[in-house]
């Protein structure tokens, strides 16, 4: 089976940092993507890690540790706005679009 | 805006009736997804067609069904619905891997 695992609800303070961890583990692996939704609305693509390491894009990076079978995605510089669900998904084949998703993470910022 | 557009956004059915969802991809990709996401959950794969063809579907049952058409636009059916089937139904297409959403369709079974 495939399962992804993500802690539920994060809080943060505006201008903080926070790091929400995923754990994957799953049948194939083309990649940890991760999303943001704001409630009510589409998700929209945020960062993409295939290879292990930190990716760096404006204020949120993503780390991915393939052999752990681990990512976090970090928010820096916290914005209210930022307040949304994060959700990680694991690619699973070369071409095609099956994602599995985690269950995401509610981050709400407060003042 | 990621260029696709899904009809309807909200509808309401009742129970043992059937619904057709639309989709309409970003321009140039061939590839479309269909996921459902209930309430507080992350998107389930649907399944997903590719030039007209299935190509890859998650674990749902047969009475969720699908096209795509040579413009690559899509539809998603659920027959004979059941009180689980309330959801978002989300399409996404791509064509480098990462996946660009539709904002939607909130479907309410009662």
Redesign the interface.
Known sequence: GQNIDQPTEMTATEGAIVQINCTYQTSGFNGLFWYQQHAGEAPTFLSYNVLDGLEEKGRFSSFLSRSKGYSYLLLKELQMKDSASYLCAVGLENYGQNFVFGPGTRLSVLP | E?GVTQSPTHLIKTRGQQVTLRCSSQSGHN?V?W?QQAL??????IF?Y?REEE??R?NFPPRFSGLQFPNYSSELNVNALELDDSALY?C?S?VT????????SRLTVL
């Open positions: 990621t590839t997804s996921y507080g959950q992350g998107p389930q794969f997903q590719y190509n890859g998650g989300l996404a791509s891997g990462e996946l660009f959403f539709g904002e939607g």
